[in-house]
Structures are given as structure tokens and as C-alpha cells.
């Protein structure tokens, strides 16, 4: 039922070593909506048993969905935060034809059921457990919430992209909001602009919006507290599933936030020899939004340090209508039966967990595969 990929170096250490918490440095939540249900029973497992008695710093990296669910995990009661957001957004319902407005207001609603009284202080305190929301800040035609307007930059993107990955720095800039004392570098290969800005009481809420925020869809968020002013929006935009390596800092963190497309991250950066745990609905990961319809493959070097979990194709065929959830449900089905589905898959996710954790307890490492992008 459950898939497991490994990089290159990963596969190398986990045959020397074994199977265990401790060799691993990174955690990463992809974009994706609704999807990321497919994901809850493994969430559940893996900061309620897995990384539970943990002492040593693990940074969260996600967007969008995966920045949520970032934001629960790193709370005092993981298990408790990742239910509240699962079953909040399960049970969310619009009216028929939504607004960008009305999708927001929503989002804000989710936003405060997850951090409840004090999660989001608990986030930005936690000393072992390091959240990092990725955000995408909009430039030029992208940055208007007219629908035109937004419509005709995003159609420029897509050919943008189609030709060179690289040319969505003109109209996209990568925002890290990090844990005030993470020291996580974001090593990628488009050379896209990094700028570090450490989570606050004042921009959590904000940042944590904004990397959900889909284009056309909801509205976006502007000046974030202590950021360049501005339009922010999902983090997807360039990292849908990821396309990079993760390095720490020799710098310290004033230094970081301070750091511009001028800035070569490789100069003050040191590769993690740590590894990156990647709990993902696909076992083939696409880098940016606009990659979800197209063959560009992800580099092997962003994945050399990574371990993929992934559902099977038996175990998705197994589920309500053999899919998993999408954003297409809200349209497709009526929010009685988008309700129930969801719930039931949140319920079979459970299985997920118990494969793995039968991995860990047995250290059968034959079961894991070489990734292949």
C-alpha cells in the first residue's frame, strides 16, 4: 500500500545505517489542496511516534497545503493541530458559485481553527521542530486580483515556463517565512530569488494565508507584516513539488533576511548531510504549478538526499471513487458526498501509517526503490 523512493546518497546511508529518525535533517510538504488527505494517517504517525522523542532540530519546509500542514506539526500537540486542519477543511462548504472573497474568508477561518488559542506562538517557540512557509510574491500583471488582468500575466507564465523554468524570475520571487532560528538554505538550480523573513505573532497568520492563496481562485495577500510591500500567493507557483536542495547557513539569521537575488546562496551555504523525508501523494513529483500538465521532469541532484513515501496505486484504487481528493470535488459532488468521501479517506489513511511503521520495526530496506524521476 505504501511506496517508498530513495535518492541516490539517501539509498547509500539508509542501507549503512538503517531506517531511523535520526538521519534525517528536513521535512517537506508539497502543494496540492485536498490531496495532502492521502497524507494524514502517515502525519499522525510520524510526529506522534516517529519524531516524538526527537532532540535535534528538524526543519518543515512546505507550500501551500504542505505549509499547513507545516503549521500543525510544529505545534505543542501535532496530532491534535494536523486533526483540527484535516477535519475543519474536510468539513468546509461554499455556496455555489464562490467569490475569490468568500474562498478567502474561508481560508482565514481554517487559518484560525488550526492555531486555535496559542499555536501560533507554539510554531514560532518551538525549538526542535522548525516551520518555513513558502510563498510566492507576484510581479508585474500576476499581482492584480482583477481576473483579467491576473489572467493574462498567468498565460505569459505559462509560456514562460514552457520555454525555460528559469524565465518565471520575472514575474515570481521565492519568500522563505522561517523559524526565527533556522538557518535553512534553499539551493536552486532556476535561480530563482530567496529572501528569508522570520515568522512573527505579527506575519504568521498572513504568511501562512499567502502560501495558500491559488491564483484566480482567491484573493491575494498584501504587504505582509515586516515584507516588501506587495502581492503574495501560493507558494505552488514555484515549488508545487519541489525542484531543489537544502543547505544550512554559516551566516546568522539578520544576514539571511537581508539576502536578495544579488546573493549566491552556494557562498554561504554547506549541503545538508542530513536527509529529507518527502510524505507525498505522487511518487512522481512536478516542480512548479506550471509543470503539472507537462514532461519536465525534476533533476535527480534535487533529490539525491531525499526519501519519497508515496501511496500505491492499489491502495488508491481502494479509496472512495479510486481516486484521492482533488479540488475538483467542490464542483463535482455535493458537499454531502464530498464530505463523506473525504472523511473516509482520512479513515484509510490509517493503513498508510501501519505499512510504514511495519517498514521501520522490521528494517526491511529491500522494500525501498531507487528514485527515479
Known amino acids: 500500500m505504501l511506496e517508498i523512493y530513495a535518492g541516490k546518497n539517501a539509498l547509500k546511508t539508509i542501507q549503512e545505517q538503517g531506517f531511523k529518525q535520526e538521519l534525517f535533517t528536513n521535512f517537506l510538504g508539497a502543494s496540492g489542496g485536498p490531496k495532502w488527505f492521502t497524507l494524514f494517517g502517515l502525519d499522525k504517525y510520524l510526529f506522534g511516534d516517529f519524531f516524538k522523542n526527537r532532540t535535534t532540530e528538524l526543519n518543515l519546509i512546505g507550500s ?9 506539526l510544529t505545534q505543542n500537540t501535532p496530532v491534535k493541530a494536523i486533526e483540527r486542519l484535516a477535519y475543519t477543511y474536510a468539513n468546509t462548504v461554499y455556496s455555489a458559485k464562490p467569490s475569490p472573497q468568500e474562498i478567502s474568508a ?9 492555531f ?4 501560533a506562538n507554539e510554531v514560532i517557540n518551538n525549538k526542535i521542530f522548525k516551520a518555513h512557509f513558502l510563498v510566492a510574491k507576484c510581479n508585474g500583471l500576476t499581482s492584480f ?6 489572467g493574462a500575466g498567468l498565460i505569459n507564465s505559462i509560456l514562460l515556463n514552457k520555454v525555460d523554468r528559469r524565465l518565471l524570475s520575472k514575474q515570481y520571487q521565492r519568500y522563505i517565512f522561517k523559524h526565527p532560528t533556522s538557518r535553512l538554505l534553499i539551493n536552486d538550480p532556476y535561480n530563482f530569488s530567496n529572501f528569508y523573513q522570520t515568522l512573527t505573532p505579527e506575519n504568521i497568520k498572513s504568511a501562512l494565508l499567502a502560501s495558500g492563496s491559488i491564483p484566480m481562485v482567491m484573493s491575494g495577500i498584501k504587504d505582509i507584516e515586516g515584507s516588501t510591500k506587495g502581492s503574495y500567493r501560493d507558494g505552488g507557483i514555484i515549488d508545487y513539488h519541489f525542484d531543489f536542495s537544502l543547505g544550512n547557513s554559516n551566516s546568522d539569521t539578520n544576514t539571511l533576511e537581508r539576502k536578495s537575488e544579488s546573493d549566491s546562496d552556494s557562498d554561504s551555504a554547506v549541503i545538508d548531510q542530513g536527509l529529507t523525508l518527502y510524505p507525498h501523494f505522487s511518487s512522481v513529483p512536478k516542480a512548479g504549478w506550471f509543470d503539472k500538465n507537462s514532461n519536465r521532469k525534476v533533476l535527480n541532484s534535487s533529490y539525491e ?3 519519497l513515501l508515496a501511496p500505491s496505486a492499489k491502495f488508491i484504487k481502494s479509496l472512495p471513487f479510486k481516486k484521492i481528493p482533488d479540488r475538483t470535488d467542490f464542483t463535482k459532488l455535493d458537499a454531502s458526498t464530498r464530505i463523506k468521501y473525504w472523511l473516509k479517506v482520512l479513515e484509510e ?3 498508510l501509517a501501519e505499512c510504514f511503521n511495519e517498514f521501520v520495526v522490521n528494517q526491511d530496506i529491500t522494500k525501498v526503490k531507487a528514485f527515479q524521476p
Open 64 to 72: 501551500s497545503a504542505g505549509a499547513f500542514r507545516a503549521a500543525a
Open 106 to 114: 474561508q481560508a482565514v477561518n481554517i487559518v484560525e481553527h488550526l
Open 116 to 119: 486555535a488559542k496559542n499555536g
Open 145 to 150: 486580483d482583477n481576473k483579467i488582468l491576473q
Open 305 to 307: 538526499n531525499t526519501v
Open 349 to 351: 489513511t490509517d493503513k
